[in-house]
Protein backbone atom coordinates (compact mmCIF):
# COMPACT_ATOMS: atom_id res chain seq x y z
CA UNK A 1 0.00 0.00 0.00
CA UNK A 2 1.80 3.20 -1.00
CA UNK A 3 1.65 6.25 1.52
CA UNK A 4 -1.53 9.03 1.44
CA UNK A 5 -0.38 11.83 -1.45
CA UNK A 6 0.02 15.27 0.32
CA UNK A 7 -2.23 17.97 -1.49
CA UNK A 8 -0.03 20.73 -2.48
CA UNK A 9 0.48 23.80 -0.45
CA UNK A 10 -1.47 26.50 -2.22
CA UNK A 11 0.04 30.10 -1.96
CA UNK A 12 -3.73 30.68 -0.37
CA UNK A 13 -2.42 28.39 2.56
CA UNK A 14 1.16 29.69 2.83
CA UNK A 15 -0.97 33.15 3.48
CA UNK A 16 -2.94 31.92 5.97
CA UNK A 17 0.49 30.73 7.48
CA UNK A 18 2.42 33.96 7.33
CA UNK A 19 -0.69 35.96 9.27
CA UNK A 20 -1.13 33.01 11.93
CA UNK A 21 2.86 33.27 12.23
CA UNK A 22 2.28 37.01 12.83
CA UNK A 23 -0.71 36.69 15.47
CA UNK A 24 0.67 33.76 17.35
CA UNK A 25 3.54 32.71 19.32
CA UNK A 26 6.25 30.01 17.97
CA UNK A 27 4.23 26.98 20.28
CA UNK A 28 0.71 27.79 19.04
CA UNK A 29 1.21 28.71 15.14
CA UNK A 30 0.15 26.95 12.26
CA UNK A 31 2.42 26.49 9.05
CA UNK A 32 1.19 25.81 5.37
CA UNK A 33 0.88 22.33 5.66
CA UNK A 34 -1.76 22.63 8.52
CA UNK A 35 -3.56 25.42 7.05
CA UNK A 36 -3.65 23.62 3.65
CA UNK A 37 -4.90 20.38 5.86
CA UNK A 38 -7.48 23.02 7.10
CA UNK A 39 -8.84 23.71 3.64
CA UNK A 40 -8.71 21.14 1.89
CA UNK A 41 -11.84 19.36 4.61
CA UNK A 42 -15.02 19.36 4.00
CA UNK A 43 -17.46 22.08 5.48
CA UNK A 44 -14.65 24.48 5.98
CA UNK A 45 -14.43 28.42 5.00
CA UNK A 46 -12.17 30.90 5.63
CA UNK A 47 -13.27 34.73 5.70
CA UNK A 48 -10.49 36.97 4.60
CA UNK A 49 -9.64 40.63 5.52
CA UNK A 50 -8.31 41.95 2.64
CA UNK A 51 -5.91 45.51 2.48
CA UNK A 52 -4.95 46.91 -0.79
CA UNK A 53 -2.44 45.69 -2.60
CA UNK A 54 -3.38 41.51 -1.73
CA UNK A 55 -2.37 41.69 1.73
CA UNK A 56 -4.72 40.09 4.22
CA UNK A 57 -4.83 42.05 7.76
CA UNK A 58 -6.53 39.01 9.37
CA UNK A 59 -8.70 35.87 8.45
CA UNK A 60 -10.89 32.94 10.72
CA UNK A 61 -11.45 29.83 9.37
CA UNK A 62 -14.51 27.90 10.65
CA UNK A 63 -16.21 24.68 9.93
CA UNK A 64 -19.64 23.64 9.41
CA UNK A 65 -21.33 20.36 10.35
CA UNK A 66 -24.57 19.43 10.68
CA UNK A 67 -26.12 22.21 13.05
CA UNK A 68 -22.97 22.91 14.55
CA UNK A 69 -20.15 24.88 13.51
CA UNK A 70 -16.68 25.71 14.77
CA UNK A 71 -13.64 28.31 14.49
CA UNK A 72 -10.59 26.56 13.90
CA UNK A 73 -8.46 29.54 14.24
CA UNK A 74 -8.87 33.50 13.84
CA UNK A 75 -5.98 35.65 13.44
CA UNK A 76 -5.06 39.37 13.16
CA UNK A 77 -2.06 40.70 11.85
CA UNK A 78 -0.73 42.60 15.36
CA UNK A 79 -0.32 46.02 13.96
CA UNK A 80 -4.28 46.00 12.92
CA UNK A 81 -5.46 44.93 16.08
CA UNK A 82 -8.35 46.85 17.87
CA UNK A 83 -9.67 48.19 13.98
CA UNK A 84 -12.44 46.37 14.68
CA UNK A 85 -11.27 43.46 12.26
CA UNK A 86 -11.87 40.62 14.42
CA UNK A 87 -15.42 42.14 15.48
CA UNK A 88 -16.78 42.11 11.98
CA UNK A 89 -14.40 38.32 10.68
CA UNK A 90 -16.59 37.16 13.98
CA UNK A 91 -20.54 38.39 13.01
CA UNK A 92 -19.52 37.38 9.02
CA UNK A 93 -18.63 33.69 10.27
CA UNK A 94 -21.61 33.50 11.67
CA UNK A 95 -23.67 34.70 9.14
CA UNK A 96 -21.74 32.10 6.97
CA UNK A 97 -22.42 29.12 9.73
CA UNK A 98 -26.04 30.08 9.90
CA UNK A 99 -26.64 29.83 6.24
CA UNK A 100 -25.00 26.40 6.46
CA UNK A 101 -27.09 25.35 8.96
CA UNK A 102 -25.84 25.77 12.36
CA UNK A 103 -26.85 26.66 15.22
CA UNK A 104 -24.29 27.26 17.56
CA UNK A 105 -20.62 28.53 17.33
CA UNK A 106 -18.10 27.08 19.40
CA UNK A 107 -14.56 27.42 19.56
CA UNK A 108 -11.57 26.98 21.45
CA UNK A 109 -9.32 30.38 23.00
CA UNK A 110 -6.10 30.09 25.48
CA UNK A 111 -7.39 30.67 29.32
CA UNK A 112 -4.07 33.25 29.36
CA UNK A 113 -5.63 35.03 26.35
CA UNK A 114 -7.26 38.12 27.64
CA UNK A 115 -7.88 40.21 24.47
CA UNK A 116 -9.60 37.14 22.47
CA UNK A 117 -11.93 36.33 25.64
CA UNK A 118 -12.89 39.59 25.82
CA UNK A 119 -13.86 39.55 21.88
CA UNK A 120 -15.33 36.84 22.09
CA UNK A 121 -17.00 37.73 25.52
CA UNK A 122 -18.98 41.37 24.00
CA UNK A 123 -19.84 39.02 20.89
CA UNK A 124 -21.84 36.89 23.09
CA UNK A 125 -20.04 34.01 23.41
CA UNK A 126 -19.90 31.94 26.53
CA UNK A 127 -18.06 29.87 28.18
CA UNK A 128 -19.00 26.07 28.30
CA UNK A 129 -16.44 24.42 28.94
CA UNK A 130 -12.29 23.99 30.25
CA UNK A 131 -9.90 21.55 27.75
CA UNK A 132 -6.76 21.25 30.52
CA UNK A 133 -3.37 21.28 28.99
CA UNK A 134 -4.83 21.61 25.30
CA UNK A 135 -2.41 23.76 24.01
CA UNK A 136 1.52 22.43 23.02
CA UNK A 137 2.62 24.67 25.81
CA UNK A 138 0.59 23.03 28.81
CA UNK A 139 -2.00 26.11 28.50
CA UNK A 140 -5.27 25.24 29.24
CA UNK A 141 -8.42 26.34 26.66
CA UNK A 142 -11.59 27.82 27.00
CA UNK A 143 -14.56 26.26 25.28
CA UNK A 144 -16.99 28.99 24.37
CA UNK A 145 -20.22 28.79 22.35
CA UNK A 146 -22.96 31.29 20.95
CA UNK A 147 -26.17 30.05 19.77
CA UNK A 148 -26.87 31.54 16.27
Do not use: K
Request: with cysteine.
Amino acid sequence: MSAPSVAAVTPHAAMLARVHAAAFAPLHRWDAPAMQALIDMPGVFTLLAPEAGGDVAGFIMARTVFDEAEILTFAVDPARRRQGIGRDRGGRCRGVAAQGGARSLFLEVARDNAPALALYGGAGFAQVGLRRDYYPDGMDACVMQIRI
